[in-house]
C-alpha cells in the first residue's frame, strides 16, 4: 500500500500545532495478513505521491507496479512506472505515453494493466487510454473514452476494463454518474449510466471490487455514510449491507475516506482490509497511535460477518492511498 506518513513522531492529523511538523512522506508499505507484522519497503528512487499500485499473480513470478502520480520534488505529473518482483528486486518499467495522475487503473486477464483517464501537469482532465504489456515491457494506445474522466474509478470486471464516474476539466469536483467498459475483445469502448449515484463523492477511495471465488461474479464493495439512505432508496439495486466499526465511519455524519482491498476470496470466506482517513478514535488500543485497519471476515454463503482490529505502530498510521494484495 502506498502511505502517507509523518516522518517524525506522530499522526499530523491529530496536531494542532502545524508548524512543529513537516509535510507527510509517501512511502510503501507491505502488511502480512498471516503473521500480523508491518513492514516499510524502501526502493532506490522517490515514490511518486498519489502514484498508483498493482499486483499481478498471474504472470509467473508475482509483481507489483507503481504507475503515474506526482513528481515529489516539482509536484508535477508523471509517466513513470516502476516493477518489483517477489523476490524484491526493482527495476524500471517502460514509461506510459503521457503523464497522468489520479486516473483509472485496474489489472485485467493477469499480465496486462489498463490505464485510462486522470488529469495532466496542465490540470486538464483526461479521456487517452493505455494498456501495459507485463511480459513484454510495452504500452499499447487504447481509444479515447468518449469523456473526460479525473479522479476516476478503475476496476476488472468479466474480463473488461471499467472506468467508473470521474469529472471533466469545466465540471471539476462534479463527479458524473456514468461509466465506460473496454472490452479486449472488441478493442472498443462502451458507455453505462447510473453506475455512480453520488455527485459530490469519489468512488476512488470509498470502493473496492472483488471477483468470488467462482470467477464468473464481481461484487462491487461501496463504503458509505449519509449516502447510504441515499442508496437505500433506489429499488432498482440489489446490495446488502454491513455495518461498519465507529472507528471506520467516524462521529461525522459524512462518508469516511477508506482504503480498502480483498485479502482473497477462498470458497465461501472472503476477507477485505479497511483503513480509515477521518475515524473517530473511539477504538482504544495500547498498540495503535490511531484507529488501526480492520479486515472484515464475511462468509458468503450466509452473510455472516466479523470485524478484527489490526494493531497498527505510529510509522504506518497514514492513510494508504493505493492498496492492492498479493497472495504468496
Not at 132 to 154: F, I, N
Not at 251 to 263: A, I, K, Q, R
Amino acid at each position: 500500500m502506498i502511505h502517507d506518513d509523518d516522518v517524525i513522531t506522530s499522526n499530523q492529523k491529530n496536531q494542532t500545532q502545524h508548524n512543529t511538523h513537516p509535510p507527510l512522506q509517501y512511502g510503501l508499505t507491505m502488511y502480512n495478513a498471516t503473521y500480523q507484522t508491518w513492514q516499510r519497503m524502501i526502493p532506490n528512487f522517490e515514490i511518486p505521491i498519489f502514484c498508483q499500485c498493482v499486483t499481478l499473480q498471474s504472470c509467473g513470478n508475482s509483481k507489483l507496479m507503481l504507475l503515474g502520480g506526482w513528481d515529489p520534488k516539482t509536484l508535477e505529473p508523471v509517466s513513470d512506472v516502476s516493477v518489483l518482483d517477489i523476490i524484491k528486486r526493482w527495476k524500471k518499467g517502460a514509461s506510459m505515453s503521457v503523464a497522468r495522475s489520479f486516473f483509472a487503473c485496474a489489472v485485467v486477464g493477469g499480465t496486462k494493466v489498463y490505464v485510462a483517464g486522470g488529469h495532466d501537469n496542465q490540470k486538464n482532465a483526461l479521456k487517452s487510454a493505455q494498456v501495459y504489456d507485463v511480459d513484454k515491457d510495452e504500452w499499447g494506445v487504447l481509444p479515447e473514452m468518449e469523456e473526460e474522466r479525473d479522479e476516476c474509478m478503475g476496476m476488472c470486471w468479466d474480463d473488461r476494463f471499467w472506468v467508473v464516474s470521474g469529472y471533466g476539466t469545466g465540471t471539476q469536483g462534479r463527479f458524473r454518474s456514468d461509466g465506460e467498459c473496454f472490452d479486449p475483445a472488441t478493442a472498443s469502448w462502451s458507455k453505462f449510466h447510473n453506475l455512480w449515484p453520488f455527485q459530490s463523492l469519489s468512488p476512488k477511495c470509498n470502493t473496492n471490487s472483488t471477483l468470488k471465488s467462482s470467477g464468473k461474479q464481481c461484487e462491487w464493495l461501496w463504503f458509505l455514510g449519509n449516502e447510504q439512505q441515499q442508496f437505500e432508496h433506489e429499488e432498482e439495486r440489489r446490495c446488502s449491507i454491513v455495518q461498519l466499526p465507529n472507528s471506520v465511519t467516524g462521529t461525522s455524519s459524512s462518508s469516511s475516506c477508506v482504503s480498502v482491498t480483498t485479502l482473497g476470496d477462498h470458497q465461501c470466506n472472503q476477507k477485505v482490509f479497511v483503513m480509515s482517513g477521518n475515524g473517530s478514535s473511539l477504538k482504544k488500543c495500547n498498540a495503535c497511535e490511531s484507529e488501526g485497519a480492520f479486515v472484515l471476515e464475511r462468509d458468503t454463503s450466509n452473510g455472516n460477518t466479523k470485524w478484527h482490529h489490526v494493531h497498527t505502530p505510529l510509522a504506518f498510521s497514514g492513510f494508504p492511498y493505493s492498496t492492492s494484495h498479493l497472495l504468496i
